[in-house]
């Protein structure tokens, strides 16, 4: 069973920078699309990017220039660089996996998902 353990959220002031880690384990990462989602409250989930299993990328417009999603397959980690932060990008977020080679902006299509880290914009 695929497990997702999502890590390095916190409290960051507006304009600073987090990179969040997403640990991976049960399955064979490399054959797995990944993805990025966040929550904040009282809005629906949204994806915020993901990476697919040869590397391609894929962004919300809203971080386009801003975050910068990579992958380790050795260490079975994906990341999520933060950057430029606004109070608006704060949200639960979320990792999620496919076994897929196709990069999904649609969360219905990712069957395993993390339990959440807390991001939080000062402004």
């Known amino acids: 069973q695929v497990q997702l353990v999502e890590s390095g959220g916190g409290l960051v002031q507006a304009g600073g920078s987090l990179r969040l880690s997403c640990t991976f384990s049960?399955?064979?990462?490399?054959?797995?699309?990944m993805a990025w989602f966040r929550q904040a409250p009282g809005k629906e989930r949204e994806f915020v990017g993901g990476i697919s299993r040869t590397s391609s990328v894929d962004y919300a417009d809203f971080v386009k220039g801003r975050f910068t999603i990579s992958r380790d397959d050795p260490k079975n980690t994906v990341y999520l660089q933060m950057s430029s932060l606004k109070a608006e990008d704060t949200a639960v977020y979320y990792c999620?996996?496919?076994?897929?080679?196709?990069?999904?902006?649609?969360?219905?299509?990712?069957?395993?998902w993390g339990q959440g880290t807390q991001v939080t914009v000062a402004s």
């Open positions: 049960g399955r064979t990462f490399s054959t797995y699309t």
């Open positions: 999620a996996g496919a076994f897929s080679y196709t990069l999904w902006r649609s969360q219905q299509r990712y069957n395993y």
